[in-house]
């Protein structure tokens, strides 16, 4: 079975433009999370959904947004890009709950210039 | 803020020996996972502990958790060059909330 997929692997953006990142989780994992990686430190949460509803929302600015698809893929939106923004962007599906174990994808590497 | 603080930061051993990484946490959990990266990518699930166990291995993996002192540790034993990597742990399920928390983590250097 395929493990979590995440595209793209690398963007480039420039301050003020917006970006959409994907993730497609394991196939039968329902809930899809979200976390930001600056480098050098530990990934962030920022949203977490099951079944198309948000679960879990980390300390993030209205500038982040997502959605759950009916088949459990989801997409991360960041509007007005700040040079902050750049990171490691991390998806990490399970079947229900964080209460089981995540299983993270290969991340997208966002660069704001 | 992070919730979970990784000590070391950072560890350099030689090859065969055991590392052994800790990492405390602040509130009350319902499970605490490790996890490994290696240069910038994606986590590997190592174990979860649930809150309820002291215990758990796996291969050459052991962890302990100690919910009175709010702290667990990560022991690799002999370890190996491609255990060279960032380990981090992650703490989940706190009061209801869904997500994991992690700290920054150790970077491990396994000298040949």
């Known amino acids: 079975d395929a493990g979590v997929t995440q595209s793209p692997t690398h963007l480039i953006k420039t301050r003020g433009q917006h970006v959409t990142l994907r993730c497609s989780p394991i196939s039968g994992h329902k809930s899809v999370s979200w976390y930001q990686q600056v480098l050098g430190q530990g990934p962030q949460f920022i949203f977490q959904?099951?079944?198309?509803?948000?679960?879990g929302r980390g300390n993030f600015p209205d500038r982040f947004s997502a959605r759950q698809f009916p088949n459990y893929s989801s997409e991360l939106n960041v509007n007005a890009l700040l040079l902050g923004d750049s990171a490691l962007y991390l998806c990490a599906s399970s079947l229900e709950t964080v209460q089981e174990t995540q299983y993270f994808g290969p991340g997208t590497r966002l660069l704001v210039l | 803020s992070q919730q979970g603080e990784e000590d070391p930061q950072a560890l350099s051993i030689q090859e065969g020996e055991n590392a052994t990484m800790n990492c405390s946490y602040k509130t009350s959990i319902n499970n605490l996972q490790w996890y490994r990266q290696n240069s910038g990518r994606g986590l590997v699930h190592l174990i979860l502990i649930r809150s309820n166990e002291r215990e758990k291995h796996s291969g050459r993996l052991r962890v302990t958790l100690d919910t009175s002192k709010k702290s667990s540790s990560l022991l690799i034993t002999a370890s190996r060059a491609a255990d060279t990597a960032s380990y981090f742990c992650a703490t989940g399920g706190i009061q209801g909330a869904q997500k994991l928390v992690f700290g920054q983590g150790t970077r491990l250097t396994i000298n040949p």
């Open positions: 959904y099951y079944e198309k509803e948000e679960r």
